[in-house]
């Protein structure tokens, strides 16, 4: 289940270094410059076998004092609403400020574990300077730079401990969930599927306090819809309702076997939309995407080629992925969005005999063989597929250290060629034999 591990505090005390040392990534931008952070990010993590999501909470550019303050104190008290653990950043250099007092006493009312991270400890002359932040009242102080990375270990060893085990929910069904930004459509489409007549419904409150899971059984289709509720809060301030949906999707998302990635045609791929397909796709989910409000589109015969090749230039590299164009308000097309659903969980679930892998992977390899490296010749003598949630493939070769991205990218190709995985991601090891 989806663990959410949110950065909170003011502007400029390094939120965002800290985000991409977890994450791995150069996602967030990062300057000494406060409110550079205006996107939300997220990314996955892991940390000793867990895997958990961070979100990096922005500082707000904007102009007055009081927004700009209230502005925080919104993200911070969602944040509290949503994340499993909240990491309470704040700056030794400049000692206690009246903002981080006010974080501070939100924080201090939450249930949630709450970590207070001291950021730009340096040196061990800093590290004594950083214990005035016991004053917060929350327990426990982290002293790291995220610059470096030093402490970041011990922070995470105790924030992972924190981790709710949730049971996971036997369930044959498969379970699709439909993404998107704000005002796509989304629920529009799941009243159009259901139709008016709710009786077939039966919303069974997820183990996520958010996402309803409601029972499909229509037209010989079977399957559970996650849907993520609607937002509880009007906030003041419109960017925060982005942030709240994003912390929703990435439950719901968690929780999906398929996606269906919502799109808006008169806007196109957003950063937002392609930030959360790698996200589906990180974590090997299967993925259909929709472009809703096709109706609005002036057409000719090469308007949907255009589009879809477009969509395929941004989600590069992983791009088998089926994209059907909706109206919803037209009802044009949704049904065959939930086959093409249905189709990817088949595909996400595919089992390939060793023998038919062996028959037809093996001749390509022998004609086009990875390309020799310091003289050495690289034989791949057998193919297997492993047991796992989505399709896992093991090569068994001589040096398997020697095989580069190219050429990975290349059997992958060959894979979806001749088996047919549209919309699912595929993982491929090569294996010492």
């Known amino acids: 289940m989806s663990n959410i591990i949110a950065i909170v505090g003011r502007p400029n ?89 006010e974080i501070a006493q939100l924080l201090r009312r939450s249930k949630k574990p709450v970590f207070t991270v001291v950021n730009k400890v340096d040196n061990t002359q800093l590290q004594n300077e950083a214990s005035v932040f016991y004053g917060f009242g929350l327990g426990e102080i982290y002293p790291i730079s995220s610059m470096t990375g030093s402490g970041t270990g011990d922070l995470l060893d105790d924030v992972v401990r924190n981790f709710e085990d949730l049971p996971e929910e036997e369930n044959t069904l ?33 183990t996520t306090r958010d996402s309803i899971h409601i029972h499909y059984n229509q037209f010989g289709h079977e399957f559970m819809f996650i849907d993520t509720a609607g937002l509880r809060k009007k906030t003041k301030v419109k960017e925060n309702i982005e942030f709240y949906s994003v912390m929703r999707t990435i439950k719901a998302l968690e929780e999906a076997d398929v996606v269906i990635l919502m799109v808006d045609a008169t806007e196109g791929l957003e950063s937002q939309d392609v930030n959360i397909f790698h996200l589906a796709e990180k974590n090997k989910k299967g ?17 949907v080629k255009a589009f879809e090749d477009q969509i395929r230039q941004k989600l590069q590299p992983f791009t088998d992925v089926p994209i059907v164009f909706t109206s919803v308000v037209t009802k044009q097309r949704i049904f065959q969005a939930i086959e093409t659903a249905l189709e990817v969980h088949k595909n996400r679930g595919k089992k390939i005999p060793t023998s038919k892998l062996n028959d037809v992977m093996l001749p390509i390899i022998e004609n086009y063989p990875p390309p020799a490296l310091k003289g050495k010749y690289i034989k791949i003598k057998y193919i297997t597929q492993i047991n796992g949630t989505s399709p896992m493939f093991a090569f068994f070769c001589n040096l398997p250290q020697y095989i580069k991205e190219p050429y990975k990218r290349f059997i992958e190709n060959k894979l979806r060629e001749h088996f047919d995985f549209s919309g699912v991601p595929i993982q491929i090891y090569f294996r010492q034999k």
């Open 13 to 101: 005390v390094g939120k965002s270094t800290l985000f991409n040392r977890l994450t791995e990534s150069r996602k967030a931008i990062v300057d000494d410059f406060s409110g550079v952070t205006r996107d939300r990010h997220y990314g996955s993590a892991e940390w000793t076998d867990r895997q958990f999501t961070v979100i990096d909470t922005g500082g707000y550019v904007a102009n007055s004092e009081d927004v700009f303050e209230t502005a925080i104190r919104e993200q911070v008290i969602i944040a509290i609403e949503e994340a499993s653990v909240l990491l309470f950043m704040v700056d030794v250099t400049t000692g206690i400020t009246d903002l981080d007092d």
């Open 174 to 206: 498969p379970k699709i969930t439909i993404v998107g930004r704000p005002n796509v459509g989304k629920s529009s489409l799941i009243n159009a599927l259901i139709g008016k007549d709710r009786n077939i419904v039966t919303p069974i409150a997820g």
């Open 287 to 303: 993925i259909v995407i929709l472009v809703n409000k096709w109706d609005l589109i002036e057409k000719d015969s090469k308007t």
